[in-house]
C-alpha cells in the first residue's frame, strides 16, 4: 500500500511538470482574454469576436457598430499602394464586412484598430496577428507566425486537420486573417495585391488577395493582466486530473 501512495506522488509530480511545460493558455483581461506565454502575447477569447457582435444585434445596431469601425480609423487604411488602392489609401465602406464576422483585410485591421479606442478588454494594442514575410514561412507545420505557433504548440493541432478549440470560444475552422503584407516573392501574383493568412480548417499558412473575406483574431503584446488566477489556468493535459478522480473513488490504493 505504501508502495502505491509513493508511485501515485512520483506520477503525479511527473504529471505536474509535464503540465508546467505544456500549459501556457491563461484566460485573463476580466475573462475576454488568454494569455500565451509561446508568444508572450494575449488573443481574444472570442476567436470570432465580430461575429458574436453581429449575432448579438438587431440589423441596424450592427451597421452602427459596423459605422463606429471605420470611423475609428478616420474610414481609411493605409497599405502599400497596389492595384486595390494606387495611392496606398483605402477607403473603408461597409462593403469590406461580409457575414458572420467574415472581413476583407483592410475591415480586419480597422477592427482592431477600433478594438483599441474601446480599450477592450484593458488593452489599447490589439493587432491582427504577424507572420515572418518569406517564402518558407509557406505551408504546413510553421511555427513562425503568431497563428501557427497558437495552433500547431499551444493547442496542439496537426497538419490537415481543424484547429481545436482549447480555453476559447467561437474558433472558425475557415481561415484568419494576418496583419502582414504579401511580398516576399512578387512572382507569384501582383504584390501588394496579398496578404497573410492561416487557414484554421487544416493548419496551413497561405497568402490571398485583401478582397477575400476571412475571419479575424485579435492578438495584444503581453498579458493584459498582471497575474492569471491560477483556478482558471487552461491545462491540456488530463493525467494529473485523472489521477486525482481515481484515488477519490478509491481505484488507487
Known amino acids: 500500500m505504501q508502495h502505491g501512495k509513493i508511485l501515485l506522488t512520483a506520477t503525479m509530480l511527473l504529471s505536474l511538470n509535464s503540465l508546467n511545460a505544456q500549459a501556457n493558455l491563461y484566460i485573463t483581461g476580466g475573462g475576454l482574454g488568454v ?4 508568444i508572450n502575447a494575449t488573443w481574444t477569447r472570442d ?3 465580430l461575429g458574436s457582435w453581429e449575432g ?3 440589423s441596424t445596431s450592427y451597421n452602427n457598430i459596423v459605422t463606429a469601425i471605420i470611423n475609428a480609423s478616420s474610414g481609411v487604411i493605409h497599405d502599400t499602394p497596389n492595384g486595390f488602392d494606387p495611392t496606398g489609401t483605402y477607403t473603408l465602406t461597409a462593403a469590406d464586412f461580409g457575414s458572420g464576422g467574415t472581413v476583407d483585410w483592410w475591415a480586419g485591421l480597422a477592427f482592431v484598430n477600433y478594438l483599441d479606442t474601446q480599450h477592450y478588454a484593458g488593452s489599447s494594442q490589439w493587432a491582427l496577428p504577424s507572420t515572418p ?3 518558407p514561412s509557406y505551408g504546413y507545420n510553421q511555427t513562425d507566425s503568431q497563428l501557427g505557433e497558437l495552433f500547431y504548440n499551444e493547442l496542439g493541432g496537426t497538419a490537415s486537420n481543424p484547429i481545436p478549440s482549447g480555453p476559447f470560444s467561437n474558433v472558425q475552422s475557415l481561415a484568419y486573417w494576418s496583419g502582414t503584407e504579401f511580398t ?3 512572382s507569384l501574383a501582383p504584390t501588394p495585391y496579398l496578404a497573410w493568412n492561416f487557414l484554421s480548417y487544416n493548419g496551413f499558412q497561405d497568402i490571398n488577395f485583401k478582397n477575400a473575406q476571412f475571419s479575424v483574431w485579435a492578438v495584444s503584446p ?7 488566477e491560477a483556478n482558471i489556468i487552461y491545462l491540456f493535459g488530463t493525467g494529473l486530473l485523472g489521477l486525482l478522480g481515481l484515488k477519490r473513488r478509491g481505484t488507487i490504493k
Request: glycine share 8%; aromatic share 8%.
Open 47 to 49: 476567436a470570432n469576436l
Open 133 to 135: 514575410d518569406t517564402v
Open 56 to 58: 448579438a444585434y438587431q
Open 222 to 228: 503581453g498579458s493584459i493582466a498582471a497575474v492569471p
Open 184 to 186: 516576399a516573392n512578387p
Open 35 to 38: 494569455y500565451d506565454s509561446g
